[in-house]
């Protein structure tokens, strides 16, 4: 074989990889979202990308750039999988964490971030906020200050990652929201009524479901949808995150 031939064959056998589909994308201003699974997503706006809870392997980061920071909410493995961090990270990559996350990340110079601290990394302003559940039977799976919800400015918005969480009062005070990403799913968060409820009390421009498969499948997204439209200013946008 001369060399073009071996190069066509290694591309041919590299291809499938490539072109790996994706679930589709949304912008909103100069923010492309795109969702990659359950909890997990990039968001990039001009030269800055940032990765949220990256698991799944490198390969299902395959064809975006990488991420000038990386956000970590939580421990579990929806949320944190060291191995895809490790993957998807470059020189220069910034990861953000709360201290439960950065203890299992060891050495990979994480900063670590309480709920109620902020921080400038990979050039995006992060604010971490609080993430909780407010049922007392739902208590065990995320209590108060293990994991971090986010707010990043970024292109000039800004931005809400939830993280695991019901419809905590923090939620409700948020102010100036651009773009929500907000988690319902039973047992582990919460109902879309409760979500709901609370959208339209922080009122974010644009909101989008995330975290929506629970034990008993998908979540109503069309209820949810429902009653946010009671607020005609609110966009919910309904993106597939369970591509598999
Ligand atoms: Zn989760």
Same mark, same amino acid.
């Given at each position: 074989?001369? +060399?073009?031939?071996?190069?066509?064959?290694?591309?041919?056998?590299?291809?499938?990889? =490539?072109?790996?589909?994706?679930?589709?994308?949304?912008?909103?201003?100069?923010?492309?979202?795109?969702?990659?699974?359950?909890?997990?997503?990039?968001?990039?706006?001009?030269? %800055?990308?940032?990765? !949220?809870?990256?698991?799944?392997?490198?390969?299902?980061?395959?064809? =975006?750039?990488?991420?000038?920071?990386?956000?970590?909410?939580?421990?579990?493995?929806?949320?944190?999988?060291?191995?895809?961090?490790?993957?998807?990270?470059?020189?220069? %990559?910034?990861?953000?964490?709360?201290?439960? @996350?950065?203890?299992? =990340?060891?050495? #990979?110079?994480?900063?670590?971030?309480?709920? /109620?601290?902020?921080?400038?990394?990979?050039?995006?302003?992060?604010?971490? @906020?609080?993430?909780?559940?407010? %049922?007392?039977?739902?208590?065990?799976?995320?209590?108060?200050?293990?994991?971090?919800?986010?707010? @990043?400015? @970024?292109?000039?918005?800004? !931005?809400?990652?939830?993280?695991?969480?019901?419809?905590?009062?923090?939620?409700?005070?948020?102010? /100036?929201?651009? !773009?929500?990403?907000?988690?319902?799913?039973?047992?582990?968060?919460?109902?879309?009524? #409760?979500?709901?409820?609370?959208? =339209?009390?922080? #009122?974010? +421009?644009?909101?989008?479901?995330?975290?929506?498969?629970?034990?008993?499948?998908?979540?109503?997204?069309? #209820?949810?949808?429902?009653?946010?439209?009671?607020?005609?200013?609110?966009?919910?946008?309904?993106?597939?995150?369970?591509?598999?």
């Amino acid at each position: 074989m001369n +060399r073009c031939a071996v190069l066509l064959a290694l591309m041919l056998v590299a291809a499938p990889v =490539l072109t790996q589909a994706m679930p589709a994308s949304s912008i909103v201003g100069s923010l492309t979202v795109q969702p990659v699974s359950h909890a997990t997503l990039a968001l990039t706006s001009g030269e %800055t990308t940032i990765f !949220v809870d990256p698991v799944g392997g490198g390969e299902a980061f395959a064809g =975006l750039p990488g991420p000038d920071l990386i956000l970590i909410t939580d421990i579990h493995g929806d949320h944190l999988d060291p191995e895809t961090v490790a993957a998807v990270a470059r020189e220069g %990559t910034a990861i953000v964490a709360p201290r439960s @996350v950065a203890e299992r =990340l060891e050495g #990979k110079g994480v900063k670590v971030l309480a709920n /109620g601290e902020s921080i400038e990394a990979g050039g995006v302003s992060v604010e971490a @906020v609080p993430m909780y559940n407010l %049922t007392e039977e739902r208590a065990q799976y995320h209590a108060k200050g293990r994991g971090n919800g986010y707010v @990043v400015t @970024v292109g000039g918005l800004r !931005v809400y990652i939830s993280g695991d969480t019901e419809d905590i009062p923090e939620m409700r005070a948020l102010e /100036g929201i651009d !773009v929500a990403f907000v988690c319902m799913n039973l047992p582990y968060t919460m109902e879309v009524e #409760k979500a709901a409820d609370a959208v =339209l009390e922080f #009122k974010p +421009r644009v909101v989008f479901p995330y975290h929506y498969r629970g034990q008993g499948g998908m979540s109503d997204l069309e #209820k949810f949808r429902q009653i946010v439209s009671r607020d005609p200013e609110i966009d919910v946008r309904v993106l597939d995150w369970y591509p598999d």
